[in-house]
């Protein structure tokens, strides 16, 4: 099993900065693809940002330019800097990560932070 926590979040004013970090533990033998889900009231959940284990990265349109998702292989940590918040970045973000553990490949998912933009 793998484990997954997100800290980081908290309340920021509309052109703040955050940064999210998601820490994985456990049995796997290989982390591969992670990614920043959102959730935000009323709406469904949304990709924001994934990285590879390669480290390719890809964003949703909503947060390019103004987001930037990275990793540490060694530490077995994702994180989200996220510049330039609007109020419609509200949201409970999840981390989410495939990784390899002896039943095979297998999705986890950590329990979410929130993130207030709000004046």
């Known amino acids: 099993q793998v484990h997954l926590v997100e800290s980081g979040g908290g309340l920021v004013q509309p052109g703040g900065s955050l940064r999210l970090s998601c820490a994985a533990s456990?049995?796997?033998?290989?982390?591969?693809?992670m990614e920043w889900y959102r959730q935000a009231p009323g709406k469904q959940r949304e990709s924001v940002a994934g990285?590879?284990?390669?480290?390719?990265?890809n964003y949703a349109d909503s947060v390019k330019g103004r987001f930037t998702i990275s990793r540490d292989t060694a530490k077995n940590t994702m994180y989200l800097q996220m510049n330039s918040l609007k109020l419609e970045d509200t949201a409970v973000y999840y981390c989410?990560?495939?990784?390899?553990?002896?039943?095979?490949?297998?999705?986890?998912w950590g329990q979410g932070t929130q993130v207030t933009v709000s004046s």
């Open positions: 989410t990560s495939v990784a390899l553990i002896t039943s095979g490949w297998s999705r986890f």
């Open positions: 456990g049995s796997a033998y290989k982390i591969g693809p």
């Open positions: 990285i590879s284990d390669g480290g390719a990265t």
